[in-house]
């Protein structure tokens, strides 16, 4: 995937971009209990989404009204156990010759329920069974 050039999505796919981020945050809201990591506190864990796409757990694949879709899943141990997710399109790049990942929706969780409901599709790198 690209990720040193600028790159501007068509006025299209921004708007589909927005709705599906509209979409997933009223899916995670009713979800979150109230024992879970509040939306106040997900920028403290800004620092993290780097890894969770570089070196996930684990990566699903799916597609969603004909885009390409790719979730990151990946758990932390930094005091409390807690997992991030970080959920985005798939889309050409200039003259189709890379990918770009345009992040949809970012958010921690320390919910299983919530990993469950949010990791789906195609695992790209399934679980070590022991």
């Given at each position: 995937?690209?990720?040193?050039?600028?790159?501007?999505?068509?006025?299209?796919?921004?708007?589909?971009?927005?709705?599906?981020k509209?979409?997933?945050?009223?899916?995670?809201?009713?979800?979150l209990?109230?024992?879970?990591?509040?939306?106040?506190?997900?920028?403290?864990?800004?620092?993290?989404?780097?890894?969770?796409?570089?070196?996930?757990?684990?990566?699903?694949?799916?597609?969603?009204?004909?885009?390409?879709?790719?979730?990151?899943?990946?758990?932390?141990?930094?005091?409390?156990?807690?997992?991030q997710?970080?959920?985005?399109?798939?889309?050409?790049?200039?003259?189709?010759?890379?990918?770009?990942?345009?992040?949809?929706?970012?958010?921690?969780?320390?919910?299983?329920?919530?990993?469950?409901?949010?990791?789906?599709?195609?695992?790209?790198?399934?679980?070590?069974?022991?």
């Amino acid at each position: 995937m690209d990720s040193k050039e600028n790159y501007y999505l068509s006025e299209e796919d921004a708007e589909w971009v927005g709705l599906k981020k509209s979409e997933y945050l009223s899916r995670l809201i009713g979800l979150l209990g109230p024992t879970d990591i509040g939306f106040e506190e997900y920028h403290k864990f800004d620092d993290l989404i780097h890894g969770t796409i570089h070196t996930p757990d684990r990566t699903f694949l799916y597609k969603e009204d004909g885009y390409d879709m790719r979730t990151y899943l990946k758990t932390y141990l930094q005091g409390q156990t807690f997992h991030q997710i970080v959920m985005g399109a798939i889309l050409p790049g200039p003259e189709n010759k890379s990918e770009i990942f345009v992040p949809v929706l970012v958010f921690v969780t320390r919910s299983e329920e919530v990993v469950k409901a949010f990791a789906t599709g195609e695992s790209k790198n399934p679980p070590v069974l022991n």
